[in-house]
């Protein structure tokens, strides 16, 4: 068969291979299946442009993934498919995982698949090319003949990772994209992306890992990684890689024995961990494996510095240890990163300025303060969006700059726009008051890179001074 898959637009000043996308065409060749693939972002394509693409494709089945602010511009692509042809449409991603008959309904997408998409995306295409049957396909949604939708029983999640091949990297090359998390310096270029497990088993508040992943934890082998690693480095001559994980060190024998694969092999590599990684599961061994590894950076999802916030976010964090781990962080030498989010539940401007100087506190060389995304799924967005309309929420807004204003959610003594303005300060005071931080993050960029950045919401914001 033949399968076309689409990234849609995301406006994104920085770009990454789509993982995900390239693990699907992956296993769509394996099993014998011809798949093109066109990523709207690094392309944006006019109305017509889009319907010629699709045209001159001629594909069986479309698939396009879909996280939750590309809803709008995935329905609409839907719409013009629609306008030209009977090609099938299936969806898949983190927003049909956790909202999947509200998601298929909005988009008129012919089916969603719920969690991983391998193995469910190739019994679809059986059923289509056989007796379209779909009942028995787990972890799909499809429109029954009286235009009910049904839900099948969730997919159990492929226990052995190996068994994966690895991404088609030919479709999602990491030479087309500008790879580049916020801020995050760069030893080496070109760049890419890994994810070398799947799943985190916590439960934070904020997170849609927990409806995402049902609280499972799966991990590659290092063998299986490393050999991921040596391919980029040979096909396309990668000399950094950034791990994707949700949560990479989870698992301290798994970290240590992919360190221990790379020193083996005498591979030469830099590597960072900007995802962020957990503070807890991080200690004076593991530090000392990954940074004669070649690991260079470790981002830390902290999120606040008033303790009851984070136990009402269910984050499980100790603040009296992230002091501890940065600063053993530092003595093995590691660049830091801190992530922040402020407008958790309970937040107040007390507990901002609480966050604020707790970042200022600590010898970070980077900072990020996010303003809370309640996504679709989350236990966040229940407690806040149940009473309102889903046509009501900015889906093309909601981001971590825009999140309560998208909702329209509001606390007692803070909305949307304060929580902004509370963003911009915050960003400021740590830049603008650490003048070493700063030039550090100047002296880690390209020309191109600080151009690109002067143009991004992290320099407005810095400079911003109105309320």
């Keep these: 068969m033949n399968v076309l898959l689409i990234q849609p637009e995301y406006k994104d000043t920085w770009t990454s291979p789509p993982l995900g996308i390239g693990y699907l065409a992956a296993v769509l060749e394996e099993n014998g299946h011809q798949v093109n693939f066109m990523d709207l972002t690094l ?13 001159d494709t001629n594909p069986d089945l479309i698939g396009i993934s879909l996280m939750v602010r590309a809803l709008p511009t995935v329905k609409t692509l839907i719409y013009h498919i629609k306008q030209i042809s009977n090609i099938p449409v299936v969806i898949g991603g983190p927003q049909p995982t956790v909202e999947p008959i509200f998601t298929i309904k909005y988009t008129q997408a012919d089916f969603a698949v719920i969690g991983e998409g391998e193995r469910t995306l190739i019994e679809l295409i059986q059923a289509l090319k056989g007796d379209k049957n779909y009942d028995k396909i787990d972890g799909l949604v499809f429109m029954n003949n009286d235009g009910t939708y049904k839900i099948n029983s969730p997919r159990e999640f492929i226990k052995n990772l190996d068994e994966i091949p690895f991404p088609a990297w030919y479709l999602i090359s990491p030479l087309k994209y500008k790879i580049n998390p916020a801020l995050a310096p760069i030893k080496r270029t070109p760049i890419a992306p890994i994810i070398t497990t799947r799943g985190c088993p916590y439960q934070c508040s904020f997170c849609g890992g927990p409806l995402m992943w049902r609280r499972t934890f799966r991990m590659r082998s290092a063998k299986n990684i490393v050999d991921e690693i040596e391919m980029l480095i040979k096909n396309y001559k990668i000399k950094e ?87 053993m962080a530092k003595l093995h030498k590691f660049l830091t990163y801190g992530f922040f989010i402020i407008g958790l539940p309970g937040e107040n401007l007390q507990t901002i300025r609480q966050t604020i100087n707790f970042a200022k506190s600590l010898p970070f060389d980077r900072a990020w303060f996010n303003i809370l995304v309640p996504y679709p799924g989350t236990e966040i967005f229940n407690m806040f969006a149940k009473d309102k309309s889903y046509s009501a929420i900015d889906w093309a807004n909601i981001d971590a700059t825009t999140g309560m204003i998208a909702t329209g959610i509001k606390y007692k003594d803070l909305e949307g726009r304060n929580l902004v303005y509370w963003q911009r300060r915050a960003l400021r005071e740590f830049y603008l008051c650490k003048p070493k931080v700063l030039m550090s993050v100047i002296s880690h960029m390209s020309l191109g890179s600080i151009k690109t950045l002067i143009k991004t919401s992290f320099f407005k914001r810095l400079v911003y001074r109105k309320s």
């Design 43 to 55: 392309t944006p394509l006019s109305e017509d442009e889009f319907k010629r693409l699709i045209l």
């Design 241 to 327: 890689i950034f791990i994707s994980d949700d949560n990479f060190t989870l698992v301290k024998s798994h970290v240590i024995d992919m360190c221990k694969e790379i020193i083996d092999r005498k591979i030469s590599i830099f590597w960072s961990c900007p995802n962020g990684i957990r503070i807890d599961t991080v200690d004076n061994e593991i530090l000392k494996w990954m940074k004669k590894a070649g690991c260079h950076l470790l981002a830390f999802g902290i999120e606040s510095g008033n303790q009851e916030i984070l136990n009402r976010a269910h984050k499980q964090l100790d603040l009296k240890r992230v002091q501890e781990v940065i600063k």
